[in-house]
C-alpha cells in the first residue's frame, strides 16, 4: 500500500521534553511538509524539504528542528523551546512535477502538558 | 501579506441542495488552486484542484475560478449528510524561490441536514 505515514497518532509530553514525530511515505514524492493545526486555524507551514539533505524554514519555524537523510523520511523535533506545542502536526508530500499538489498523512495530535 | 480568507460557517443546507463554498485571495500571481475536505479530528483530503479560469466538474463537485476576481469557489450538488466536514481552499505562493508552497484558508464548516 503506497501513502503517507505518521505516528504516533496521539502523543503526551511533559513540559520541557523534546519530542519527534514521525513522517514516512513510499509514494516517491520529492516535496515534503509540516504542518500545524490549532483549533479554529489554518494550516501553517513549519517546514518543507524538496529535495534529501535540503529543508527551508516555513512561518513558524521557532522551537522546531528537520532532517531529510533520506528521501522517504522527513521527521519533526519538537523542542521544549516551542512555547505553545500542543496542536494538530500534519506531514504532506507532493508528487515529482506537481509540487503544489500536497497530500497528507492522517497526523499526529500532540499534548504537552 | 499573502492571504486566504474563506467564510468560516457554520453553513447549513437540506440533504440534496446544492452548496456553495467560497474563497478569496490576495496574491494576484498565484496560479493553483485547491480544495481540501477535512472531517473532524483527521486530516485535509484534496478532492479538487483548478488551474485555469472557468469550471472544472469533478462527480457532484465543482470548481469555479476567476482571476480578476481573486476568487474561487466549490459547489456541492445533491449534497448528502456526509458532505459535512469543514473544506479549506489552499492557494499557492512563491515562498524561498518555490511555487510549491501553499497558503491555506481557515475553513468552512458544512452541515447537510437529512
Known amino acids: 500500500d503506497g501513502g503517507i505515514t505518521q505516528s504516533p497518532k496521539y502523543l503526551f509530553r511533559k513540559e520541557g521534553q523534546n519530542v519527534t514525530l514521525s513522517c514516512e511515505q513510499n509514494l516517491n514524492h520529492d516535496a515534503m511538509y509540516w504542518y500545524r493545526q490549532d483549533p479554529g486555524q489554518g494550516l501553517r507551514l513549519i517546514y518543507y524539504?524538496?529535495?534529501?539533505?535540503?529543508?527551508q524554514k516555513g512561518d513558524i519555524a521557532e522551537g522546531y528542528s528537520v532532517s531529510r537523510e533520506k528521501k522517504e523520511s522527513f521527521p519533526l523535533t519538537v523542542t521544549s523551546a516551542q512555547k505553545n506545542p500542543t496542536a494538530f502536526y500534519l506531514c504532506?508530500?507532493?508528487?515529482?512535477?506537481?509540487?503544489?499538489?500536497?497530500?497528507f498523512g492522517p497526523g499526529t495530535r500532540l499534548t504537552v502538558t | 501579506q499573502k492571504e486566504v480568507e474563506q467564510n468560516s460557517g457554520p453553513l447549513s443546507v437540506p440533504e440534496g441542495a446544492i452548496a456553495s463554498l467560497n474563497c478569496t485571495y490576495s496574491?494576484?500571481?498565484?496560479?493553483?488552486f485547491f480544495w481540501y475536505r477535512q472531517y473532524s479530528g483527521k486530516s485535509p483530503e484534496l478532492i479538487m484542484s483548478i488551474y485555469s479560469n472557468g469550471d472544472k466538474e469533478d462527480g457532484r463537485f465543482t470548481a469555479q475560478l476567476n482571476k480578476a476576481s481573486q476568487y474561487v469557489s466549490l459547489l456541492i450538488r445533491d449534497s448528502q449528510p456526509s458532505d459535512s466536514a469543514t473544506y479549506l481552499c489552499a492557494v499557492n505562493a512563491w515562498y524561498g524561490g518555490s511555487q510549491g508552497n501553499l497558503i491555506f484558508g481557515k475553513g468552512t464548516k458544512l452541515s447537510v441536514k437529512p
Open positions: 496574491d494576484r500571481v498565484s496560479q493553483s
Open positions: 524539504s524538496q529535495i534529501v539533505n535540503d529543508f
Open positions: 504532506a508530500s507532493s508528487p515529482p512535477g506537481r509540487a503544489v499538489e500536497q497530500y
